[in-house]
């Protein structure tokens, strides 16, 4: 078993970063401040050391070389914000292993922890950034983009895993519910993923999407004849999905006759194909999606109760973007990832005004609106990074012209970020500075300026 020694002030992200490589079988060691981990690297031995560069007490670079002082040979990675690529060089021409920019994914620090314990020899990786990041980018993109499953750390995020993992091994119907765009499919095909399902159909169908003459068809397959148009027979979507998992997305907008049809499906687990009297056996789990009120909908007597009871025996909801900013920049830098696959482009990131602006909009179209809003701006950038210039006008400033942004105060916005930073994250000081990029010292520093009585 390697043993890891984390170094990181940020007491939640370490403990959460602690807990997530232990269950990947690590020997975990933990350390918030310079000299208490130089004091644990000189009493114990490491296999590898993963470190943030942005210390309160002690210049990271200048730890880094402390450590490879006392043991040369054991690979150091250090982490790093988007901005301080110039640092990450200087931290490998000392001798760092490698580099990774926060925020990171799970996926992208287990693959860069096993490279650095898995290579014959603890030498440097290229100090080259950009092709450094170039072969970052394409190794993560081959395994993390194809999930589209990203494991935030907010507290929303956290909850909406619990569940995930809670009712994933059993056959529950679950009903999901969430704003336009939070990334209900995704979720849908995770819980599918973590089941005794997996290895069977996934399935997903827009009930929005079809007209009520044809929906009997859709779910159940139909004979060729058996109405005009049916030029062939037809494998329904329950079929499709036998053994395995049927998401109905936009539960809501299927017609009363079509929930009936629906519901004596599943209270038989029998189906006939159009045109057909043969029954035919299904096993089917039923995930369902709304943005709706079925409750509301049950009350005005558009949706059948006995079909909400049988759908809903757990419910998930998904919570908004704007309720899990402090994943923000995991959702960006996995966005990223897609964009530069999709488009065949190198971007590295966004520029710190960019980053900035994503952190003051409220992104009511949630997930799918960032991810639109990446790959337009990487289409757009030609450069390494993103900047002001390839973002819609929308998320510059929703309410004010983008000059009026230009000529915003800056301390007044300083302010603004401050205070709308420490609201998202209940006032928790050292999650605030981690949202904003600063040190906990740098916020302290800016609340006595603006005299902010928090």
């Not at 006392?70 to 901005?83: E, N, Q, R, S, W």
């Not at 109405?227 to 907008?253: M, P, Q, R, S, W």
């Not at 590295?348 to 991810?371: I, T």
Request: hydrophobic share 35%; glycine share 6%; aromatic share 8%.
């Amino acid at each position: 078993m390697s043993k890891i020694l984390i170094i990181e002030d940020d007491t939640a992200f370490c403990q959460m970063l602690e807990k997530f490589l232990t269950k990947k079988g690590y020997d975990v060691v933990t350390s918030f401040s310079a000299a208490d981990a130089k004091g644990k690297i000189r009493e114990s031995s490491f296999d590898l050391v993963l470190t943030d560069l942005r210390l309160p007490d002690y210049d990271g670079i200048a730890l880094l070389g402390d450590i490879k002082e006392l043991h040369p040979k054991v690979p150091v990675i250090v982490m790093t914000g988007y901005a301080e690529v110039g640092t990450a060089v200087e931290a490998m021409k000392k001798g760092a292993f490698d580099y990774i920019s926060k925020p990171f994914t799970p996926e992208e620090i287990v693959m860069v922890i096993a490279n650095a314990l898995t290579s014959k020899s603890s030498t440097p990786a290229t100090i080259n950034p950009k092709e450094n990041k170039k072969g970052k980018q394409e190794s993560i993109d081959a395994s993390n983009t194809q999930t589209g499953v990203i494991h935030g750390i907010s507290e929303a995020s956290l909850k909406l895993n619990e569940y995930i993992q809670l009712v994933a091994p059993t056959d529950m119907s679950i009903l999901i519910t969430g704003e336009s765009g939070t990334g209900k499919e995704v979720t849908a095909k995770a819980i599918h993923d973590q089941s005794k399902r997996k290895d069977y159909n996934f399935a997903a169908v827009d009930c929005g999407a079809i007209p009520k003459e044809l929906a009997a068809s859709e779910f159940f397959g139909h004979l060729k004849g058996s109405f005009t148009g049916a030029v062939e027979d037809k494998v329904g979507h329950f079929e499709a999905a036998n053994g395995g998992t049927l998401f109905l997305d936009e539960i809501g907008n299927l017609s009363y006759g079509n929930q009936i049809q629906l519901l004596r499906a599943l209270q038989e687990r029998k189906i006939k194909r159009v045109g057909s009297t043969k029954e035919i056996k299904i096993d089917v789990r039923i995930l369902t999606a709304t943005n709706e009120d079925l409750l509301e909908a049950v009350e005005k007597g558009t949706f059948r109760e006995d079909l909400y009871h049988r759908l809903n025996e757990f419910t998930i909801e998904i919570p908004s973007l704007e309720e899990r900013m402090e994943d923000l920049f995991l959702f960006t830098d996995f966005f990223l990832k897609k964009a530069n696959a999709s488009l065949g482009k190198n971007t590295l990131g966004f520029s710190q005004e960019v980053q900035r602006a994503f952190q003051a909009y409220h992104w009511p179209g949630n997930l799918r609106e960032l991810q639109n809003v990446i790959k337009r701006s990487v289409l757009l950038t030609n450069g390494d990074y993103v900047e002001l210039s390839a973002l819609p006008k929308e998320i510059l400033q929703p309410k004010e012209r983008p000059e009026e942004v230009e000529n915003f105060s800056k301390e007044e916005y300083e302010k603004e970020q401050i205070i709308k930073a420490l609201k998202q994250t209940n006032f928790n000081k050292s999650k605030a500075a981690k949202l904003l990029q600063v040190t906990r010292k740098t916020l302290y520093n800016r609340i006595n300026h603006y005299n902010l009585d928090l």
